[in-house]
């Protein structure tokens, strides 16, 4: 191997480490992101807009890779809706619904509004479900459909 073949070897792996260091330092980012916006779902889009915003653009190719690392992980929920709407993320805390509360989700037909639904009766239709049909329904991926509070007063 001549000087030249060695010194781009050694420009390679400097390279990889800035590379690595900044994805850290965007995955700190987004963490901070979430954790600031806990409860709240938020898709991709959300998230590139905030950092445009903010002067730290980051690519949506980056933000979903980053995104599915943290569902991957543990730290994000990723639901899908339905096919017209983008994937949303939820942060998962200690503290949140992750921790081993069940929690359904309800979306108004009319205005797209998104609501958690910690509920004993939904719980116990579950149950029913499980005891009486064999059938185990998945909260991360079941969706009421109807309208919410204020789409039905007007």
Known sequence: MNKKETDNIQNDKSNQGARSQYKTKQKESLLEYFS?????????????DHFKGMGLPIG????YRQMERLVDEGI?????????????FEYMSSSSH??????????????GKLIHLH????????????DHHAFTLDPKRTVLYGLCESCTKS
């Open 76 to 88: 994000l929920n990723k639901y899908i809706i339905d096919a017209n709407s983008p994937a949303c």
């Open 119 to 130: 509920c004993e009766e939904i719980k116990e239709i579950s149950k029913h479900l499980l």
């Open 60 to 63: 949506q190719s980056t933000v």
């Open 36 to 48: 600031e916006n806990e409860g709240k779902h938020i898709t991709a889009s959300d998230v590139c």
């Open 98 to 111: 992750g921790s081993g509360d069940v929690c359904f989700h309800a979306k108004c037909e009319k205005c």
